[in-house]
């Protein structure tokens, strides 16, 4: 039997669903949030005992459970695809607050052309210069359209920064090539530690365009918009992979989650599994889940947002048979379409001998970048390859287990091993690339043929490989970063050409960025929800997150899915006063 | 602002005053001060030699002289034995990561056509290591004559070599989709985290692998908030003298 109907139903309590509670249950709706993980809120206080770099980092325990579910990755579409047994490549959260309690807290936006990458492409390069089957699309939303939304992102947020650009005004000392905004961060950037100062000189010197990374981490306490006061980072150096025991960092739970649940009008429910939306084709009914005992429930609203991760989300629609499933054999559908993630590599180490710096204080969003190389701000020409991506020397938290770092050369173990890392660890630089993901016609989201998970529901099927375009990329990329290390001029260098396995690796961390599979867009047959998020074939569904990106850009995610966020939520509250499709 | 001793210093005078109490309340005016003392030194010989979970003796022993290959006790400092980490990967093995808690171990088993797909055999860590460690021992000692515990250092290096080259052929359990590299790579990662994780998991003690590195530990034991040096260039004075995360002594 359906549980009591209500307003809206959210599957995901973390930025996306928090935010989207916050708006809704301020003016009024009932909501109800679906939460997988654990309800109980971790607090600041109870976080003061996770500087265990080995029960969260390395054990991994903000995160999701792969005995329970994970995802199966397959290189093209002839091969069989295996499970990941274990977390690797991502670490999607899990709980309330999901990644949003234990990312770094890099909070950037999209440049205008990321959200018109395929036009953009077209018109400079000419159609010739993208490879067949890469499939780049255009959002069916502008920067410009979007920059309200994310002001409102990061004013909540307090994200600390310097602008480039305000209003087409560009000012040295910020990204000179970012779109333009609207007003000025509303927290004073981050100062330079020495490894960031040295960074700043040497791109200066070159002749590009340092600037502060933007940070949710923050430098002075904030009180935001919605009357909620933040201390100051005390700059631990454990950051990502854990939660704040001082709430600096910008945190679902530590903002919009508990002023919903103070309106009376939010209620949240732990451990229960959302997998599928009833339906008609035209409307969705209910969501299906399963409680903390396993028994099926149904929870029916007038309103239903998918706020999951990526995965999660398509999985639902996919389960839920909403939406066309994306074939790639024939390039129609759209539920799966466009999965992308983010290139990394590229990077150059360089170290100093008889030096020392405080590598284990830092925060995760704690950098200098330069945004030279990133999307299309140099000239492609003659280059073989589009795209790009953004530049960092970042001091993060140089936590022993996964911070050891010996010169190139040094053996492998042993008694030469043991004193190059007592000599180095705290004596690196390290300059870092992070580039794009564009999307292929062959890489997408559908249901695993073979594993399910704990419930019985199939998993997630991955299809992805590194193409060409991005091994020419990361090898441009790591000519740059070379470059860049080469003025900075520390006594043993580490760099070159950059490359890439010979296949994606599921089994290594690289990055919690992917993205796509319910993207979003201007054209129904191509996208899965218009410029408000609503599905094109059940306006009364929103699905919301990086799951919507039509490609990834330069940049982490969170800053642009904290916008659709309130983009979302704004579309939400006027289909639940109109209905009918808001485009 | 929140400098205490050691977890090991405090535990033991803790262990002291408790029996005192037990002592005291039921009036046993026999006991001796050399009684307690040796109820004290128990204690502490527990805690530096505490009994095995999962590991057996000859696999402990095994683990132990693989580990001291890879981070040696030698003349510049101490290693793998004098840090535990023989029980810390005793204390891993036994609990939910070696068990395989998290992972994903549902067939089928599809053959591996192409790098990238990690960990593919039904089997946990614990698994991986009984079922490894015997077959590698097989593989020393028809290479280089002995037991790796009784070869001299120089020939352990080349045997762990073997391994980590994948010079060493060794079928898992019949199985060639966990290889000889695949086990160097999860080994040297657990000699690490029993060298550089909290001691409360049984490694690093006396702190000795952040010592020999400079990591401070906990940031929060001393109150020492980092804002006041992260964008200077003054040294943290305390790099060498690490602390512990703060033991927890129960509720009331």
């Known amino acids: 039997m359906a549980l009591k109907k209500v307003d809206a139903v959210i599957v995901g309590v973390g930025w996306v669903g928090g935010i989207i509670a916050h708006e809704l249950t301020k003016q009024g709706l009932s909501v109800v949030g679906l939460e997988r993980g654990r309800t109980a809120k971790r607090s600041t206080v109870s976080f003061q005992d996770d500087h265990d770099e080995l029960r969260y980092a390395i054990r991994n325990e903000l995160f999701q459970n792969t005995a329970n579910e994970t995802w199966s990755l397959r290189h093209n579409l002839g091969e069989t695809a295996l499970p990941m047994r274990q977390l690797g490549s991502f670490l999607p959260g899990t709980g309330l607050g999901g990644a949003g309690v234990h990312w770094n807290g890099q909070t950037w936006r999209f440049h205008p052309r990321d959200f018109t990458a395929y036009t953009s492409t077209v018109e400079r390069y000419g159609k010739a210069a993208m490879p067949a089957d890469m499939s780049l699309q255009d959002w069916g939303i502008t920067y410009d359209e979007l920059e309200p939304y994310y002001d409102r992102f990061e004013y909540m947020a307090g994200i600390a920064g310097k602008a480039g650009n305000i209003n087409g005004r560009l000012i040295p000392g910020g990204n000179v090539f970012e779109g333009p905004r609207s007003r000025e961060f509303p927290v004073q950037a981050q100062g330079a530690t020495e490894l960031s100062a040295m960074f700043q000189k040497a791109t200066s010197d070159l002749g590009y365009h340092p600037f502060p990374g933007p940070s949710a981490n923050l430098p002075v306490p904030y009180k935001n918009p919605d009357g909620v006061t933040r201390g100051q980072c005390t700059y631990c150096g454990f950051c990502e992979r854990f939660g704040c025991e001082v709430g600096a960092k910008a945190d679902p739970t530590v903002t919009v989650i508990p002023l919903a649940l103070k309106t009376g009008k939010f209620e949240i429910r732990g451990y229960s599994h959302a997998y599928a939306i009833k339906n008609d084709g035209k409307t969705g009914q209910s969501v299906l889940y399963f409680d903390g005992s396993g028994r099926v429930q149904e929870q029916p609203a007038d309103i239903i947002i998918l706020a999951a991760y990526v995965f999660n989300n398509v999985r639902t629609l996919l389960l839920s048979k909403l939406g066309t499933p994306y074939d790639p054999n024939k390039g129609t559908g759209s539920v799966g379409r466009n999965y992308c993630y983010q290139t990394g590599g590229g990077g150059a180490s360089g170290w100093f001998t008889g030096k020392r710096f405080k590598r284990y204080m830092g925060s995760g969003a704690l950098s200098m970048a330069i945004d030279d190389f990133n999307a299309d701000n140099f000239d492609h020409s003659g280059l073989g390859f589009i795209g790009g991506g953004s530049i960092t020397s970042g001091q993060t938290g140089a936590r022993p287990i996964q911070s050891l770092t010996v010169p190139p050369g040094t053996a492998p173990f042993g008694r030469e091993w043991k004193a190059a890392i007592q000599k180095y660890y705290a004596s690196v630089i390290s300059v870092g690339f992070q580039g794009e993901s564009p999307a292929y016609k062959m890489h997408h989201l559908d249901l695993d043929p073979n594993y399910r998970d704990s419930f019985g529901n199939p998993l997630v099927r991955i299809t992805f490989d590194w193409q060409p375009n991005e091994r020419k990329m990361i090898a441009f990329a790591g000519t740059k970063t070379l470059e860049i290390m080469k003025a900075i001029n520390p006594d043993i260098i580490s760099g070159g050409p950059g490359s890439l396995p010979a296949h994606y690796d599921s089994a290594v961390y690289q990055s919690t960025h992917n993205t796509g599979g319910a993207i979003m867009g201007a054209d129904p047959d191509t996208s899965v929800v218009n410029s408000y998020l609503q599905m094109w074939d059940a306006p009364n569904v929103f699905v919301v997150g990086a799951c919507n990106f039509p490609q990834n850009a330069g940049f982490n995610p969170t800053g642009t899915v904290g916008a659709l966020a309130y983009r979302a939520a704004e579309g939400i509250l006027k289909f639940h006063k109109t209905g009918g499709s808001l485009v | ?252």
């Open chain 2, 1 to 252: 602002m929140d400098e205490q001793p050691e977890a090991g210093h405090s535990m033991t005078s803790r262990f002291s005053r408790k029996r005192l109490l037990q002592v005291g309340a039921a009036g046993a005016a026999t006991a001796t001060a050399g009684g307690l003392l040796s109820d004290s030194a128990n204690a502490a010989e527990a805690a530096a030699t505490p009994p095995l979970r999962f590991l057996t003796k000859w696999e402990f022993d095994y683990v132990t002289a693989m580990a001291e290959t890879i981070w040696p006790t030698d003349d510049l400092g101490p290693g793998a034995r004098v840090a535990g980490v023989g029980y810390y990967i005793d204390g891993q093995l036994s609990g939910g990561w070696g068990q395989g808690h998290r992972f994903y171990l549902n067939g089928p088993f599809f053959p591996v056509a192409d790098s990238g797909h990690g960990w593919q055999v039904p089997m946990a860590p614990g698994d991986v290591y009984r079922a490894f460690l015997p077959a590698y021992d097989q593989y020393v000692r028809q290479t280089y004559s002995h037991s790796y515990v009784e070869l001299d250092a120089v020939t352990q290096t080349q045997a762990l070599n073997d391994l980590r080259t994948g010079k060493a052929v060794i079928p898992l359990a019949g199985s060639t989709a966990f290889t000889s590299v695949d086990f160097f790579n999860m080994f040297r990662q657990n000699v690490l985290e029993g060298m550089l994780a909290d001691p409360a998991y049984g490694g690093n003690r006396g702190m000795v692998g952040w010592k020999w590195i400079g990591f401070p530990g906990d940031p929060m034991r001393r109150g020492d908030v980092y804002y006041k040096y992260v964008f200077t260039d003054k040294p943290y004075p305390y790099e060498h003298k690490p602390l512990p995360m703060k033991p927890y002594k129960g509720g009331k």
